[in-house]
């Protein structure tokens, strides 16, 4: 499955934003869906993410109550809304995919463990 991230830009602290990853194929609905990112100087870390079959979600605790990851398979589209950003959210978000794994799984494994395909990033930055 191919990704495309999109929705990144330049907002101040306290604003919101609203990613999207567009998948293509028909076998989008048997991949969970999650978002990293990537700052500066720093390593890759996980974001949030969407079971490939029902509503499961889970979070990095950095995020949880000001993100929120929903998805819909009849558009091969999954988004992740971003409010009260904070500075520290500055960074590449990137969107990814692994088939037949849980969102828990995605977030706590090792990408290589977990990730079939990336997405191309997509910049958000949060000035203070």
């Known amino acids: 499955v191919q990704l495309q991230a999109s929705g990144g830009g330049l907002v101040q602290g306290g604003d919101s934003l609203r990613l999207s990853c567009v998948g293509s194929g028909r076998t989008f609905n048997t991949y969970a869906i999650g978002w990293f990112r990537q700052a500066p100087g720093e390593k890759r870390e996980f974001v949030a993410a969407?079971?490939?079959?029902?509503?499961?979600?889970y979070y990095a605790e950095a995020v949880k109550g000001r993100f929120t990851i929903s998805r819909d398979n009849g558009r091969n589209t999954v988004w992740l809304q971003m409010t009260s950003l904070k500075p520290g959210d500055t960074a590449v978000y990137y969107c990814a995919a692994g088939r037949f794994i849980s969102a828990e799984f995605m977030g706590t494994m090792s990408p290589e463990a977990a990730i079939n395909f990336w997405g191309e990033g997509t910049q958000v930055t949060v000035s203070s």
């Open positions: 969407h079971n490939w079959n029902g509503n499961g979600t």
